[in-house]
């Protein structure tokens, strides 16, 4: 624990604008000069490096641009494989693991070694990985890399320890997944087909063991081959040659016939009896045309044929439908009996599976579900009801429904918040799903003892809204708001919405939400806010609309004569944007050429409208048009319920509006805020012409493309920059050339407007582009009755203060570091019964900086942090007590002071990828991680810090990564995490009875080993693939083994590592054959050399 006691400078005697050259406010960090007047503060900052460790901890939603997947039938999870070489494992819920490969290949194919707790991935970079699941963080055990060939697909039968991989050559190899090496069995694609067939077959894209017998290999090639390799007899069984290219096999579990799927929209089914031609030929979906031809089909990507004790069996295929129809969307048939199904899919299929009763191939496989991966979703069919019903989903796989513009991040709300968002958000679920128990239901989790109320907010392209719970490091859907609803629909021939934005007019660029009062406001693209108020009853409403002029005149020309004459908040006049209220705008209406002015963006309902409980729109504030230039996109905005206020700026200036009188109090230019203590002594304002906004992140590169304009053309679209650039200067100079100066953070509270004032009264703190600081006291009616009829007076500018770079974050503690919350008004439903004992009245929660200093006397401290470094000053001195320079090369993307391990600290996350938290109010550097590499614009847009040293930021467009930079979390996660792998018994085979045993072949003698061990088969060439051991394999391992698990595990350990040194005593041994072999030829041809010579010719 260390104690900061700091000499405070005295008070400055010059003008607000003295303090910025002030020597206590020098560059270097953390160094004050001693004051004239000293006044200690004693601040005991508890916070040590220690406290702090980055690390991921949970993602969600849907896996984006998954490519493979795999179920384990008897652990129950399922595991998806993703293009990034992301592998997500899923079980019931709570049970969700995210895996990523080092070398970010892509995931061809996953093969669960079922009830192992291991699987193996099989990647584009043709490496084999085993996965060890039996901890709660999986780690890779070993990874094979083919040096020569490409993997093409990969089969494990069940309970067996030999993998076949196929190649792109038409090539199978063997490996041994417990060691990991290549068995030196090889079926070459030469010796599968005939010496007599000129064409090479393709790659492999099939591996299967017969049912009936597990010594036969059934090996399909791309060309139409398909061979039965006799793996004792090294040699073919069947050869088939068909004029169509494979896409799927599957076996009758009988073993006795097969199914394939081709190209041309076909499945056949071939009898092992006779393998000349098909028994049976079908085009599901190609009808007979006039001319007796059948029509053209899209190839049949994938088919499995499942049998059912009960009733006919199942053949579930994707793909086949006819080329005639254009638009048909991608579907899923099932086929049982004469029933043909056919479902529809929102997107294009990925893959699907059956699931079924059972493990082994050779009994009845009885199915009762199908797994569906599409591009963006994952559904679950329900095969047991008819008219196959889906699953509903426990996992929220649709963050991504509409794609994600914005996030908000609250650890700690009000416990009572997240039930009652519950029940008003379960009154809209859509219905029909399977009554049945979602069937992935593997794995165990428990609810942690580390666990608050939390939830996440993500605004939409679409305008809607959706409410998340997150506690628990789980994420369920609570509540969706439809912005859209506030406004008409635009009419097709009417499109003043499309010329502001390309599409999505209504998409969500801020949120700020007030938890203790459930007050909530959106920011929208289309330069609108709406204020929604909640009630748990529905209500008929007229929302109250508000237009506000807030656009620089092009006359506008300030002399300092005329500035020195005019107070700081004139009337508005030609110098200030003008106010409209309420201001009955058609969109006809402007200047006689058709120039578009003072007319919104959008329509607002102007009728009464039912609606139901939960959000309700009570204001719409919308910015207006000027002289057919759109206006600039909102970059600000606070709230505060307890005043009843709302602020908001963009690159042209601030206003702020009363809602509950539903008046506009302030709205001017940047620079008229100023009055005569503008810094920079700028004398024209001339506005810009060509449409370039500023949004909240500032201009994020050199051509000031904003991340708002760059989203608006295509939310969707990922071709954004990858990283950031930007030289960004402050001087005198670079201002000259530019004048408009954004409001890029406001903060409502209680603070000290100016030196003089001796109590705290409502502000409003203005942070702008040009890293200037400005304070604005406001004077508001205390007695209720008074505060709805009698005006809030705002007075002239107070303080100015200056930082590097673009201000960012406001932050405020007391004397003893302790932060100060904003006050608030305490939730009452606005339509709930009036009951005449208990009148309603506004309940104020205030927070006064001076209540909790009694040893201290007056004043706070303010936390301000800019885009490159951070101040901490005192209130209402407006010394600075503390600089530090967070970045010289790069900028800060976003900032937040935090509560973390009982203290307060500022969390930073900067353009170059670093996470960095400072002490307060010290600014101490406490944790610097570079975290990630590069920084695009969706991670800028989205990443947000939260209190108990939580951080979240969407790592793709369908995905929310959470992470935690608390070292009391990171210790805590093991326990809080899923875990994948519970001990359970394997089910035992059904008994195949006398009968079957004596004439079904000898399927049960097969040894694997006695063929494809090295006793047998030799070894594999060394440059064929080589044997990478895993980084965190065996030490992951070690950490896992506990109980009965870690017996089990502890014992394959000790296996693996003494294979693992018999396996280099083979080739120590081995090494020196080869040199007695080598002095043995050397020696051999010596003697020949010398056997006829003479003694006296040597």
């Avoid at 067996?160 to 090496?181: D, M, Q």
């Avoid at 069995?185 to 077959?201: C, D, F, G, Q, R």
Wanted: with cysteine; proline share 6%; charged share 20%.
């Amino acid at each position: 624990m260390k104690k900061f006691r700091k000499v405070l400078d005295g008070l400055t005697t010059s003008s607000p604008g003295g303090t910025i050259g002030s020597p206590s406010c020098g560059s270097a960090a953390g160094t004050p000069t001693a004051a004239p007047t000293p006044k200690e503060i004693d601040v005991q900052e508890t916070l040590v490096s220690e406290n702090f460790q980055l690390c991921k901890t949970v993602r969600h939603g849907f896996p984006y641009q998954p490519t493979a997947l795999a179920f384990d039938p008897v652990q129950k999870i399922l595991a998806i494989g993703s293009r990034s070489g992301g592998v997500r494992i899923l079980g019931r819920p709570g049970v969700d693991c995210y895996c990523q490969h080092e070398s970010g290949a892509a995931v061809l194919q996953l093969q669960f070694l079922i009830n192992e707790g291991a699987l193996v991935t099989a990647c584009a970079d043709d490496t084999l990985h085993l996965w060890n699941l039996r901890q709660r963080r999986p780690a890779v055990l070993h990874s094979l890399k083919f040096n020569r060939e490409r993997i093409t697909f990969c089969h494990l039968p069940f309970q067996s320890k030999w993998l076949y991989v196929g190649t792109e050559r038409g090539n199978t190899h063997i490996v041994n997944i417990e060691s990991f090496v290549l068995s030196g069995y090889v079926i070459m694609w030469n010796k599968a087909i005939e010496l007599s067939t000129k064409t090479h077959p393709g790659p492999v894209v099939h591996l299967s063991d017969s049912p009936k017998d597990e010594g036969k290999l059934l090996i399909g090639f791309e060309s139409g081959t398909i061979v039965q390799w006799d793996l004792r007899g090294k040699k073919a069984d069947f050869r088939i040659y068909y004029d169509e290219a494979i896409h799927s096999v599957s076996w009758h579990h009988e073993g006795k016939q097969f199914m394939c799927s081709h190209s041309d929209g076909s499945l056949t089914m071939w009898n092992l009896r006779n393998t000349t031609k098909p028994f049976q030929v079908t085009f599901p979906h190609g009808k007979i045309q006039k001319d007796g031809r059948k029509e053209s089909c899209k190839p049949i990507l994938k088919v499995e044929y499942k049998t059912s004790r009960n009733s006919e069996p199942f053949i579930i295929f994707s793909g086949g439908l006819s080329y005639d129809k254009a638009g048909r969307r991608p579907a899923l048939t099932i086929m049982h009996g004469k029933a043909i199904t056919v479902l529809e899919m929102d997107y294009p299929i990925v893959e699907f599976m059956a699931l079924c009763e059972t493990p082994y191939n050779n009994e009845v496989q009885e199915p009762y579900a199908v797994v569906v991966l599409l591009e963006k979703d994952l559904i679950v069919v329900d095969l047991t009801q008819s008219n196959f019903p889906v699953f509903e989903n426990p996992y929220p796989m649709d963050i991504h429904e509409s794609p994600v513009t914005c996030t908000a991040y609250f650890a700690e709300c009000p416990p009572d918040i997240i039930p009652i968002l519950y029940s008003i958000g379960a009154k809209h679920k859509k219905t029909g799903y399977s009554q049945k128990e979602w069937p992935v239901s593997g794995g165990t989790w428990t609810l942690g003892s580390h666990t608050y109320p939390e939830i996440i907010i993500t605004g939409h392209a679409d305008g809607s809204i959706k409410f998340w719970d997150a506690s628990a490091i789980t994420l369920q859907m609570l509540y969706k708001v439809k912005t859209s609803k506030v406004f008409e629909k635009p009419k097709p021939g009417e499109g003043r919405a499309a010329e502001l934005v390309e599409e999505d007019p209504f998409a969500i660029q801020m949120v700020s939400w007030c938890p203790q009062s459930r007050i909530f406001c959106v920011v929208g693209i289309s330069a609108h806010i709406i204020l929604y108020r909640f009630s748990k009853y529905d209500a008929n409403t007229q929302i109250v609309s508000l237009e506000v002029r807030l656009q620089c005149e092009s006359e506008d020309v300030i002399t300092p004569s005329e500035n020195e004459n005019n107070p700081c908040f004139s009337e508005p006049g030609s110098h200030s944007p003008q106010p409209h209220h309420q201001h009955p705008a058609s969109p006809g209406s402007g200047t006689p050429e058709g120039i578009k002015d003072s007319i919104p963006c959008l329509k607002v309902k102007d009728r009464m409208v039912r609606v139901p409980p939960g959000y309700q729109a009570e204001l719409v504030i919308q910015l207006l048009w000027v002289d057919g230039e759109p206006p600039q996109q909102i970059t600000s905005l606070d709230i505060n319920s307890a005043y009843g206020l709302l602020a908001f700026g963009n690159c042209n200036g601030l206003a702020v509006v009363d809602y509950l009188q539903k008046t506009i109090l302030l709205c001017m230019s940047t620079l008229d805020l100023y009055g005569a203590a503008d810094p920079y002594q700028r004398l024209t304002r001339s506005p810009r012409r060509n449409r370039q906004s500023t949004s909240g992140l500032t201009e994020l590169s050199d051509n000031q493309q904003s991340i708002d304009m760059e989203r608006s053309k295509s939310p969707t679209s990922e071709s954004r920059e990858n990283s950031f650039s930007r030289s960004r200067s402050s001087s005198v100079s670079s201002i000259d050339r530019d004048t408009k100066e954004a409001i890029t953070t406001l903060q409502l509270g209680e603070s000290y407007g100016r030196k003089s004032d001796a109590v705290p009264t409502p502000c409003l703190w203005v942070g702008t582009s040009l890293g200037v600081v400005l304070l604005i006291p406001m004077s508001i009616p205390t007695d209720q009755e008074e505060r709805m009829e009698e005006p809030v007076t705002i007075g002239p500018s107070g303080a100015i203060l200056m930082l590097k770079g673009s201000v960012l974050r406001f932050g405020f503690l007391d004397c003893m570091g302790a932060l100060i919350q904003s006050p608030y008004e305490v939730w009452r439903d606005a339509n709930a019964p009036e009951d005449p004992d208990r009148p309603r009245k506004r309940k104020l929660v205030h927070f006064s900086p001076s209540s909790s200093q009694d040893t201290c006397g007056e004043g706070h401290l303010a936390v301000v942090c800019s885009e490159r470094q951070a101040k901490v000053f005192l209130m209402p001195s407006q010394s600075c007590l503390f600089v530090h320079n967070i970045t010289e090369s790069s900028f800060v993307l976003r900032a937040d002071v935090v509560s973390v391990c009982n203290s307060v600290c500022l969390a930073c996350f900067c353009a170059n990828g670093h996470v960095m938290t400072l002490s307060l109010p010290s600014l101490r550097p406490l944790m610097d991680i570079n975290y990630l590499p590069l920084t695009d614009m969706r991670i800028a847009r989205t990443f947000c810090f939260t209190n108990g040293g939580q951080a979240l930021y969407l790592s793709s467009p369908t995905e929310i990564q959470r992470i935690t930079y608390s070292q009391e979390m990171c210790d805590n996660l093991q326990e809080m995490l899923g875990e994948l792998f519970t001990p359970i018994e394997t089910p035992e085979a059904q008994n195949r009875g006398f009968l079957k045993g004596f004439f079904g072949g000898n399927a049960n003698t097969f040894d694997r080993e006695e063929l494809f061990g090295e006793a047998a088969a030799g070894k594999a060439s060394r440059s064929l693939a080589q044997h990478i051991p895993g980084q965190a394999g065996v030490e992951g391992m070690k950490v896992a083994a506990s109980g009965v698990v870690g017996d089990l595990a502890r014992a394959r350990i000790a296996l693996d590592e003494r294979g693992q040194r018999l396996g280099e005593l083979e080739e120590r041994t081995a090494l020196m054959m080869t040199s007695a072999e080598t002095f043995s030829k050397h020696a051999h041809e010596l003697m020949l050399k010398c056997k006829d010579k003479k003694w006296y010719q040597f």
